[in-house]
């Protein structure tokens, strides 16, 4: 004759569905839950961080297109002598690198002389020449962007968007560990409590 109190069917399986596992506890079920979806959204977010990479590639590639045709290099020559280093780059110059000194200038550029300061090894003389970059309008410019540069940012975009996503979702996890680990402890503790009290 079967027991009621076994849990047990007609065919011997056992039936959890009215008389769950005691040992598994809501807060358990939550955690896995919470853990599921942190892994979900981990997963799902590897395409969007693909997706960025590729947008940041794009949206940069037409950036250097642009600068190809709207930044140039041109030859500056230093008008003053470079015999003052500032005091930064004394201390890197102490290191081994040759410290630099930013000096008047001038160069030209479509036929039009523009001057402005140019940095130059300290202690160069008057006619010291140097490659600088300009704009359309001969102002000094930024470097350009290169291919490597976009390869680069179009890597850093990709990886740090999801390193971005899953520090947030990982952190989210442990806190509600955390949270869960401390209410899992407080049950443990009030049913042995309870358990002893009764014997």
Known sequence: MRRKLTGQDRSGRVDFADRPNPLIRDCDVRQARVKTWVTALLVLMIPVSLWIGVDSHAENE?????????????????????????????????????????????????????????????????????????????????????????????????????VLVATVLIGFYFAMRFRYDGRRDDEWDRDIADLLSRH
């Open 62 to 162: 037409q950036r250097l297109e642009d600068q190809r045709t709207s930044i140039h290099q041109v030859t500056a020559t230093t008008t003053a002598v470079a015999d003052t280093a500032p005091v930064a780059s004394t201390e890197f110059g102490s290191s081994g690198a040759p410290a630099v000194t930013a000096v008047d200038s001038r160069w030209v550029y479509r036929g039009v002389e523009h001057t402005g300061r140019v940095s130059v090894d300290t202690g160069s003389p008057v006619g010291t020449t140097a490659q600088i970059w300009v704009d359309a309008s001969g102002k000094q410019s930024l470097r350009p962007l290169t291919s490597s540069d976009v390869a680069a940012a179009a890597i850093f975009d990709t990886i740090g968007s999801w």
